[in-house]
């Protein structure tokens, strides 16, 4: 299969995606997190060709995402007050609710669950191919535990070939995954970091909800080894580097000692700009080939945790 490159800024090009996904074929689309691999939600065959292109277990949910907050009931049932105060504090944006999964929703979607992840993403581009009330399913355009695309050139590079088109939006502006946060039961719980804090969700609902480092939840798909280059990745302190054997790669935002005998890159040392850049950073090492991609440890404050969650499982080997 040819894989198209359609142009954001080309409205013949948006208009080909539009009649791609109502054909049900996927398209690569930008959010502002990261690329989604898009197909019609409520097309089922579709949606089975989104686990094919990505090598992904079909046990694995994937999120839908919605152009109108009132789309949220035609996926949802039992929806509390509160996703309705979130949505209205963030969306569009990048926070995906997990509620109870409605009756008509295909469950090929949500990999058998009965829960369902729900979205608005705020991408002008994204939007617009929902205004027709259109809902899309959409993981990270990325292999299976391969790193996700912020660029359509990423999407084209590891996906090209699989999709029937990629619509090129430019860079991701977050650069990592939306927050997900689990309204099924009380207390209310993040499932994966994002851009969206636990403190601000917190405040938002005048009550706490659990970070994700509060505990421990398998569900399908929330693997230990995941956004992985094919290079191994190690977190690295710059203070105590390791012995240096073969060809080193190093992520780093601090100062580097002198005669180091590796090859570098300078990462941003605030922490917008280093989520935006992270997974590039990550896939621009990758093409050196080196024997080892060392990443510096990022700071451990809490608007970092997003950050380290996903730079500890590129590091896995689980
Ligand atoms: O920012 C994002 O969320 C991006 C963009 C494209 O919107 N999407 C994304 O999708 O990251 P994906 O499939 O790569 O990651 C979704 C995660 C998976 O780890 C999956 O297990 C979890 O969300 N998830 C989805 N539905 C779920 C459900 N019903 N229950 C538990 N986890 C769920
Ligand atoms: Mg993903």
């Not at 996927?26 to 097309?43: F, Q, R, S």
């Amino acid at each position: 299969m040819k894989t198209l490159h359609l142009s954001a800024q080309n409205q013949n090009d948006i208009e080909q995606a539009k009649s791609l996904l109502a054909s049900g074929e996927l398209v690569a689309i930008p959010t502002e997190t990261v690329y989604g691999l898009a197909a019609d939600a409520t097309n089922p065959e579709a949606v089975k060709k989104i686990f094919a292109a990505k090598g992904r277990p079909a046990n694995h949910p994937l999120i839908v995402h919605i152009g109108q907050v009132q789309q949220l009931s035609d996926w949802a049932t039992e929806i509390p007050e509160e996703a309705y105060t979130i949505a209205n504090a963030f969306w569009p944006g990048p926070v995906t609710l997990l509620l109870k999964k409605s009756p008509q929703a295909n469950s090929v979607v949500t990999g058998g669950l009965e829960t369902i992840g729900v979205r608005m993403p705020a991408h002008d581009v994204f939007n617009e191919l929902l205004s027709s009330g259109l809902a899309v399913a959409a993981p990270s355009a990325n292999p299976y535990k391969k790193l996700s695309p912020t660029s359509a050139s990423h999407v084209l590079n590891s996906l090209g070939g699989h999709i029937a088109a990629v619509l090129d939006g430019g860079d991701c502006a977050h650069g990592l995954e939306s927050t997900i946060v689990d309204l099924t039961q009380r207390p209310f719980r993040i499932l994966r970091a994002g851009p969206i804090s636990a403190a601000q969700l917190s405040r938002t609902l005048g009550e706490e909800v659990c970070s994700p480092q509060a505990h421990n939840v398998a569900v399908p798909g929330n693997v230990t080894s995941h956004y992985q280059p094919n290079t191994s990745v190690k977190l690295v302190d710059i203070d105590h580097l390791p012995e240096v054997k073969g060809e080193v790669a190093l992520l780093h935002y601090s100062p580097l000692p002198t005669d180091l005998n590796v090859r570098t890159m300078k990462m941003a040392d605030n922490v917008a700009q280093y989520a935006h850049d992270l997974y590039r950073a990550l896939d621009d090492a990758d093409q050196w080939h080196c024997d080892e991609i060392w990443v510096e440890t990022p700071p451990r404050s809490d608007e970092w945790v997003a950050v380290h969650d996903r730079l500890g499982r590129a590091q896995s080997k689980l």
